[in-house]
Structure formats: structure tokens, C-alpha cells
């Protein structure tokens, strides 16, 4: 357990608009996740998910890296473990950052520097990726004769293609910034991430909090359910949507631009 006299390795900043700040603090280790680390996003999850202000997430890390994976020395160089309670290890590292895909509200990456393995999967698992130009994205597990783990086969599936994916997690591929952007694993690309990242959290806190839940969650269910299903729940949250302060003015200054122009009296 982390003491008192501990640097921390994981800071929240709490901004009064709604946004939160996810800072990996650990810059001589690059950001890597250890033990203590691994703690303090447990706790930084159950802190998160319980801020009723929470609007929008960025995540981030200091120094010169996003993050570089797990430390795997604390991970598998563990004297008479079994498979078992190596694999119980592991699920208790990808459990430390994969709550990034259960939050309700938008989270936005900002990669700043190296997201290797691990790192690469806490980048992915947020909804919005922000890549910059020193940013490099590692799918480098075969490359020390691991199999991919921490949803690392999933995200990038789903990102880049089955083709390119098991491409890129065989040969142990990594991308910078701007090759990532170009393949899908990043949705921006620009030269300052945090930057960019944050001017996104804030036109996502601009929206009502219920639309932009709504809009996460719909943009899932698309991705995961049949077309019926998806429209299903569009047409719920829609309507919720239209009972929204200020929606039922802008549908009708809306409907007034859009009337037809009358026309001039014939001479």
C-alpha cells in the first residue's frame, strides 16, 4: 500500500466547468503502470465515478510519455506463481484502467508521448484519441514473446480491421502520431494534444450533461447491436432530448430559417 510520505503517481484535477483531468504522474518511470500506480487508478475510478459534476474526462500523462505499458517485471517475474495467479494479476492490471470504458460521461486521450502496450490500451479505451506529433503508439507485445493483453485485440479490431490488426499485433508494429491518425487509432491529430484534447471537453461540457451521455451511449450501441436496436434507443433519447431547456426554441428558430421564401406579388 502506498504511504503518506508516497509521491503520488495519479492526480485528478477537478475544473469548476466540469471537465476532469487524469494525470499519470510517474515521468522517471514513464508513466508506467506498477503497483502503486495501479492502486491509485482504482481509486481515482471509484472517485470518478462517483462525481455526480463530472462532465467530460481528459487523460494524460506528465513528461515525455503517455504511458509506457505495464511494468512487467511486478506483473509476471513472480517466483512459483501458477498460470492462475498470473492471470488473476493480470486482470487486475487491465481492471485499473479499462473502468475508462465504463464511465458515462465522454473521455478524451491525449497522447502526448510513448502509449506502449498497456499504455496504448489506456489510450484506446478512452471514446476520443488526440495523438501528437511526438506521440508513438506500441502494439509490441509479440515483440517480447507475449500474447496481446488489456483489450489490445479488441481495440485495435475495431479501430484499424481484423486484417490490420493481427498485422500489427504480430509483427509487434509500433506508429507515431501522425501514421496513427492516418490508420484510426487516433481521431485527431495536433501539435499540442492536452491543448487540443481540452478545447474538445470543453464543447462537450457545453452540451446538456443528459445529451452527451446519450450520444456516448447511443454511438455503443451502435457499434454492438443490430440497426434496429440502434434506432431503437436513438428514438429514445431523442425525444428525452426534445424536453431539454432551450431545445423546443431552437427547433422553431430552426423551422423559421427553413420556410420558404414568399413569393413577390406578380405585377
Known amino acids: 500500500m502506498a504511504t503518506p510520505t508516497d509521491t503520488p503517481k495519479v492526480r485528478i484535477e477537478c475544473r469548476a466547468d466540469g471537465v476532469r483531468v487524469l494525470l499519470l504522474d510517474d515521468p522517471a518511470k514513464r508513466n508506467a503502470i506498477g503497483p502503486a500506480m495501479r492502486e491509485e487508478l482504482n481509486a481515482a475510478a471509484t472517485q470518478l465515478g462517483q462525481d455526480a459534476a463530472a462532465r467530460c474526462l481528459v487523460v494524460t500523462g506528465s513528461g515525455s510519455s503517455f ?28 481492471e485499473s484502467f479499462l473502468w475508462l470504458r465504463e464511465l458515462p460521461y465522454p473521455t478524451v486521450a491525449a497522447v502526448n508521448g510513448h502509449a506502449i502496450g498497456a499504455g496504448m490500451n489506456v489510450a484506446l479505451a478512452c471514446d476520443i484519441v488526440v495523438a501528437g506529433p511526438n506521440s508513438t503508439f506500441g502494439a509490441s507485445f509479440a515483440k517480447l514473446g507475449l500474447h496481446p ?19 500489427a499485433l504480430l509483427l509487434g508494429l509500433t506508429f507515431d502520431g501522425a501514421e496513427a491518425h492516418t490508420q484510426g487509432l487516433a481521431d485527431v491529430f495536433a501539435a499540442d494534444p492536452q491543448a487540443a484534447a481540452l478545447a474538445i471537453a470543453t464543447d462537450i461540457v457545453a452540451l446538456e450533461p443528459s445529451l452527451a451521455r446519450d450520444i456516448k451511449r447511443s454511438v455503443a450501441v451502435a457499434a454492438s447491436s443490430p440497426f434496429a436496436v440502434s434506432v431503437g434507443f436513438e428514438s429514445w433519447a431523442q425525444a428525452a432530448s426534445s424536453f431539454n431547456p432551450g431545445v423546443r426554441d431552437a427547433i422553431r428558430a430552426a423551422g423559421r430559417s427553413t420556410r420558404p421564401l414568399a413569393k413577390e406579388n406578380s405585377r
Request: with cysteine.
Open 67 to 94: 504511458c509506457a505499458g505495464a511494468d512487467l517485471v511486478a506483473l509476471f517475474d513472480v517466483d512459483g506463481a501458477s498460470p492462475s495467479e498470473i492471470r488473476a494479476r493480470q486482470l487486475s492490471y487491465y
Open 149 to 167: 493483453g488489456g483489450g489490445a485485440t479488441s481495440f485495435l479490431t475495431h479501430r484499424i480491421g481484423a486484417g490490420r490488426a493481427l498485422r
